[in-house]
């Protein structure tokens, strides 16, 4: 159990373009989903932390107006990287923690966010 | 301030042990987890500690010494397919994951 989905697994997109990342729990409810970015050898920077209904927490630093989040359902969040330049090349998992249970949080596969 | 330590690189030998070592620093604490991360994948679960000691399961080990901020995963009868970066993270009072920057473990047939 506690599958976590990430929709695309790669995406290369053109700058000035918008990308949109899924992010879903397939077989529990997620009351808190999070947003990481990853660069190459590096650990897990959170971005921002979504939770059902309401608006997100953005890290200090994220920009809430390039990477929109939404978490609209138990089960669905989305990350909208908004006219997307080069820079934000990176590799964006991420990872669910059941309303039950306040210590696991699960992970998608992540997203490979390629713009040329 | 919060902070996770732990080493950037290790070595190993196919068969041998190998102990990583995390020290943290967190605004209150709930556990301290380690995943496990291969190359281009996202980050794999291995164990959770929150009261001391050691916690074993199969060929991976963990220990956790609240005291003193410290906790090792211990990899026994190492496998080419350990080599991965390893993650130490310690949740703190929010539950808010603090991440460390991995320990990227290489093992030699």
């Known amino acids: 159990g506690a599958v976590v989905s990430q929709h695309p697994s790669r995406v290369i997109c053109k700058s000035g373009t918008s990308v949109k990342i899924e992010c879903r729990s397939l077989?529990?409810?997620?009351?808190?989903m999070f947003w990481y970015r990853q660069f190459p050898k590096k650990s897990l920077m959170l971005m921002a932390t979504s939770n059902e209904g309401s608006k997100a927490t953005y890290e200090q630093g994220v920009e809430k107006d390039k990477f929109l989040i939404n978490h609209a359902s138990l089960t669905l969040s989305t990350l909208t990287v908004t006219s997307a330049h080069p820079e934000d090349s990176s590799f964006y998992i991420c990872s669910a923690r059941p309303g039950t249970d306040f210590y696991e949080q699960y992970f998608g596969p992540g997203t490979r966010l390629t713009v040329t | 301030g919060q902070n996770i330590d732990q080493p950037t690189e290790m070595t190993a030998t196919e068969g041998a042990i190998v102990q990583i070592n995390c020290t943290y620093q967190t605004s209150g604490f709930n556990g301290l987890f380690w995943y496990q991360q291969h190359a281009g994948e996202a980050p794999t679960f291995l164990s959770y500690?929150?009261l001391d000691g050691l916690e074993e399961k199969g060929r991976f080990s963990s220990f956790l010494s609240r005291s003193k901020g410290y906790s090792y995963l211990l990899l026994k009868e190492l496998q080419m397919k350990d080599s991965a970066s390893y993650l130490c993270a310690a949740s703190d009072s929010n539950y808010q994951l603090i991440w460390g920057a991995g320990t990227k473990l290489i093992i030699k047939p």
């Open positions: 500690n929150v």
């Open positions: 077989d529990f409810q997620a009351t808190t």
